[in-house]
């Protein structure tokens, strides 16, 4: 991995000269990045220690929450239009310490954190009064305090962005834990939201984390008798270990996502989909297509067409093993190589190819460690089954329960119901790449958490807040 020195960005971004940085010829243009400036405050927020950092943001989501509406308004408005002018560097600086995915998906993930999170707008939905003799109950939603948000090292920056927006257009502080992974960067961020959040409302401390974040510290953060809610992005284990603290916990889990192609479907437009969606930040999504069930008749007219979209297709049993040998330790993926580029992956698998392939598609079977395995790489196994039924059945089971994510093209209206209702996913996309599923290409919200063990689905602020109601006896009814 490539060094950037820190402290000397800060002091150009400071400075407000051209900033530059070991950004990878491949991945952005030759040209050097000039990022824009944030304002800079002298706001602190990364602290030694978890109470600390908690305690600082439990006193400023008391101010918070006693400012106005307007207030929140303008803190989302500034966050907005201050990271969105730096959105590259945000994306370079994720890829660059991670190692994983690609600065170009990581820009538009970034982007639609930044520009499609609702704001404080999304709380209206909710508000409901009731009317009569009695008089008027009202109920609204009402921020729950401190949160606690655990971030993934696959969408370190996206999910602190749209986890920070959401959570504050609620009237929260919010104390993040971040990977230990994208620690740097995620430190950087973290101090620049609350540089913004400050400028923007003039309290400190909405935005909080410590300067060392570790598993260790995470879980003394769970535990912490201030922290009001358990927001945790990730896989199943930190998932499990939020919901012993016996708080309310939204989880947000792993998936396995399965895509179901039948004989109706638009097959160029589904292949072209599916590489586009599976090869997405090199298959580090939790949504990205992990699984293609095709229906025979069609299985290899939609892997010449994926082909063309950009796919390497590998059939002979003696390759599928090399890459499994490289991929595959003790039956689990080899995390060496999540999120790497399907050209690094074929290379050291010693697999001759052509050109710059966004994706590895392999004659699979429902048994195989990239059929049952979340891999979070651009290898996904192809799987044939002779009708829609089949297909159905097959889906569910690579799914294994998880109700995640799911994809399927098809022109059958009948089938499409079906599949909707059988598999239960949070999120089911229909003709379309799975991204479409977080308002990429897709109508509707974006979010980086989806809560699928805990319900919420996809959340947004609404999510982030307690239903309370407010009651008055005697009055205010003009029916
Ligand atoms: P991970 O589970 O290794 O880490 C996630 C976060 O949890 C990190 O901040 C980590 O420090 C923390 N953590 C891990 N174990 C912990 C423990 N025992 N106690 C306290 N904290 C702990 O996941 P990752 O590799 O960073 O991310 C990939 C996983 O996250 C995949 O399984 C993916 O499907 C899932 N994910 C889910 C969603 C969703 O919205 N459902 C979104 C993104 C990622």
């Given at each position: 991995m490539e060094n950037i020195n820190i402290e000397e960005l800060v002091n150009q971004i400071i400075r407000g000269t051209e900033v530059t940085t070991s950004i990878k010829k491949e991945e952005v243009p030759s040209k050097k990045q000039t990022f824009h400036q944030p304002v800079v405050t002298d706001a602190i927020c990364i602290f030694d220690t978890v109470d600390e950092a908690v305690q600082a943001a439990k006193i400023a989501q008391k101010k918070y929450f006693h400012s106005s509406l307007s207030r929140r308004k303008k803190v989302i408005e500034d966050l907005r239009n201050k990271l969105l002018p730096i959105v590259e560097e945000i994306a370079t600086r994720a890829y660059e310490e991670t190692q994983m995915g690609s600065v170009k998906d990581k820009i538009q993930k970034n982007t639609i954190a930044i520009?499609?999170?609702?704001?404080?707008?999304?709380?209206?939905?909710?508000?409901?009064?009731?009317?009569?003799?009695?008089?008027?109950t009202l109920y609204e939603l009402s921020p729950y305090g401190v949160i606690g948000a655990i971030a993934p090292s696959t969408n370190p920056t996206e999910t602190l962005i749209s986890n920070a927006i959401g959570m504050l257009a609620a009237g929260n502080a919010v104390y993040f834990s971040p990977h230990p992974g994208a620690k740097e960067t995620s430190i950087w961020l973290i101090e620049l939201m609350n540089k913004i959040v400050k400028e923007a409302s003039g309290i400190d401390h909405l935005v909080v984390t410590i300067n060392k974040p570790s598993i260790q510290a995470a879980q003394q953060m769970m535990e912490h008798k201030d922290i009001n809610l358990?927001?945790?992005?990730?896989?199943?284990?930190?998932?499990?270990?939020?919901?012993?603290?016996?708080?309310?916990?939204?989880?947000?889990?792993?998936?396995?996502?399965?895509?179901?192609?039948d004989e109706t479907a638009n097959i160029e437009k589904a292949g072209a989909d599916i590489v586009d969606g599976a090869s997405f930040d090199n298959n580090i999504p939790c949504i990205a297509e992990k699984n293609i069930i095709a229906v025979e008749s069609i299985a290899d007219f939609l892997i010449f067409q994926m082909e063309k979209a950009g796919a390497v297709y590998i059939k002979e049993l003696s390759q599928i093993r090399k890459l499994e040998q490289l991929l595959v330790i003790d039956g689990k993926p080899n995390k060496a190589y999540v999120g790497k580029p399907a050209s690094m992956i074929l290379r050291d698998a010693g697999i001759h190819f052509q050109g710059e392939p966004r994706l590895v598609v392999v004659e699979g079977n429902p048994k195989m460690t990239f059929t049952v395995e979340e891999m979070l790489m651009p290898v996904v196994p192809i799987m044939r089954t002779p009708d829609f039924e089949t297909a159905l059945e097959l889906a569910l089971e690579v799914e294994q329960g998880l109700q995640h994510t799911a994809t399927m093209h098809s022109q059958n209206v009948t089938r499409l119901n079906k599949a909707a209702r059988e598999l239960q996913t949070s999120i089911f996309v229909k003709n379309?790449?799975?991204f479409a599923g977080i308002g990429f290409r897709g109508e509707g919200p974006t979010t980086f958490t989806i809560a699928t063990p805990t319900g919420e689905g996809t959340t947004t602020a609404r999510h982030f807040a307690r239903t309370r109601r407010c009651v008055l006896t005697d009055g205010f009814s003009i029916k």
């Open positions: 520009t499609q999170t609702p704001g404080v707008e999304d709380l209206n939905v909710v508000t409901q009064v009731i009317t009569g003799d009695c008089g008027m358990l927001v945790v992005t990730g896989g199943p284990g930190v998932v499990r270990q939020a919901m012993m603290t016996g708080k309310k916990v939204l989880g947000a889990g792993a998936g396995n996502p399965p895509t179901i192609v379309g790449p799975s």
